[in-house]
């Protein structure tokens, strides 16, 4: 019998549904400080991606309103994120943004898109004249320093959902593991290649949506 249980996607932000990662647009814009070195100590262990990301959007100083614009003029989306969107509204599939991102750029891309009803988490931003203050809380509310996706993909798969994982990089694999299905690409495939984890690569989101028919 085939598995009936309701299906939904996980799925990452930068890089994954855009060309790029938005959030390093922004740092290069914004800061001056060596974000690069502290994203290669990231990589190599030496501090969580929440650590990263919480240290280097600190230092950058613009307001709300600059923000939003600059991610709305700067964004270079993958083809397809629409088509894949309407098509899980339309088949009852439940589509859930889990980003290591900040909340305000997510949100500034779904606002000129005119998605409807999206759901997201990510990392919960104040904007403040002395930098970006940002934190990560689970489903729950706690706040993380590690595994906030992991975080997740637990609660969907405790809700009973068959999760179909979408993404794109080294702090993705954790959670991808644990999904029934994966599609992976860059840093996350070659992480997939390395434990014997089965995905399916992709270049646009369409071609999700052609694959999930036969989930249904």
């Known amino acids: 019998m085939p598995d009936k249980k309701p299906l939904m996607i996980q799925c990452d932000f930068d890089g994954t549904v855009t ?22 100590e990231y ?16 230092y950058i100083k613009a307001s709300p309103e600059e923000l939003d614009k600059y991610s709305r003029d700067t964004i270079r989306l993958r083809p397809g994120l629409v088509e894949l969107i309407d098509f899980c509204h339309a088949n009852n599939i439940r589509f859930y ?24 988490a990510s990392a919960v931003t104040n ?3 002395n930098g970006i203050e940002a934190y990560y809380p689970d489903p729950d ?3 993380l320093t590690n595994d906030f996706k992991i975080s997740y993909t637990r609660r969907f798969l405790e809700q009973g959902y068959r999760v179909v994982y979408m993404g794109n ?19 996350l495939a070659k992480e997939c290649d390395k434990h014997g984890v089965p995905y399916k690569s992709f270049t646009t989101l369409d071609e999700i949506a052609d694959d999930l028919k036969e989930l249904l």
């Not at 060309?19 to 290669?40: A, C, E, Q």
Request: with cysteine.
């Open 19 to 40: 060309y790029g990662d938005l959030s390093f647009d922004i740092l290069d814009k914004y800061t001056n400080v060596p974000w690069r070195t502290w994203f290669r």
């Open 43 to 58: 990589t190599e262990g030496k501090m969580t991606v929440n650590e990263y990301n919480l240290k280097a959007f600190s």
């Open 141 to 143: 509310g706690k706040i």
């Open 169 to 187: 990089g080294l702090s993705d694999f954790a959670a991808a593991r644990h999904c029934q299905y994966i599609y992976a690409i860059e840093t």
């Open 127 to 129: 904007i403040t004249e």
């Open 97 to 120: 943004f889990v980003s290591n991102g900040m909340d305000f750029y997510i949100r500034a891309i779904i606002n000129k898109l005119g998605l409807k009803d999206i759901e997201f």
